[in-house]
């Protein structure tokens, strides 16, 4: 069964009680269970992780492709607007990644507006809420299979 990488970024722990009027109430695991159970009904494993910390995000990025992984869909969460070195790890890598917000960045504060990592990504999905990594999913799959 081909993989697929769900990376979420620092406090993405906190979904479900960060700031619940932008990000929801849904909890983090609660999404991953949604999102596997979707996976899984397309004939794909979806492995989930997150990390407070950019090295660490970076190393599963890497392991991604290492391990033979079909694609990532990714929410870097602050990250997105500074982090050189994560967008570097997204470029080493061949494998598609998709970036997910679940809010939409380019209505927030202007420091939010820009994406460093953007231009290394197949796409890039913003401000549908929990619903972009369903979306995210669904473009993996599809580019795993050469539709897009």
Same mark, same amino acid.
């Given at each position: 069964m081909k993989k697929i990488l769900l990376l979420n970024g620092p406090n993405l722990n906190r979904l479900g009680k960060r700031e619940p009027e932008i990000y929801g109430h849904t909890t983090l695991q609660q999404l991953e269970a949604g999102l596997k159970e979707q996976a899984e009904a397309y004939g794909y494993q979806l492995v989930c992780a997150q990390s407070n910390h950019e090295g660490e995000l970076i190393d599963y990025i890497h392991?991604?492709?290492?391990? &033979?992984?079909?694609? !990532? $869909?990714?929410?870097?969460?602050?990250?997105?607007?500074? @982090?050189?070195?994560?967008?570097? &790890?997204?470029?080493? /890598?061949?494998?598609? /990644? #998709?970036? /997910?917000? !679940? @809010?939409? #960045?380019?209505?927030?504060? @202007?420091?939010?507006?820009? @994406?460093? #990592?953007?231009?290394?990504?197949?796409?890039? #999905?913003? &401000?549908?809420?929990?619903?972009?990594?369903?979306?995210?999913?669904?473009? $993996? $799959?599809?580019? !795993?299979?050469?539709? /897009?």
């Open positions: 392991s991604a492709e290492d391990e &033979g992984y079909g694609g !990532i $869909i990714l929410n870097p969460g602050a990250f997105t607007h500074y @982090s050189y070195a994560l967008r570097d &790890g997204v470029a080493s /890598v061949t494998l598609p /990644v #998709i970036e /997910v917000h !679940i @809010s939409n #960045i380019h209505k927030r504060e @202007s420091f939010r507006h820009h @994406s460093v #990592i953007a231009a290394v990504t197949t796409g890039q #999905i913003v &401000g549908l809420g929990l619903y972009g990594y369903e979306l995210a999913l669904n473009a $993996i $799959i599809n580019h !795993i299979k050469g539709r /897009v």
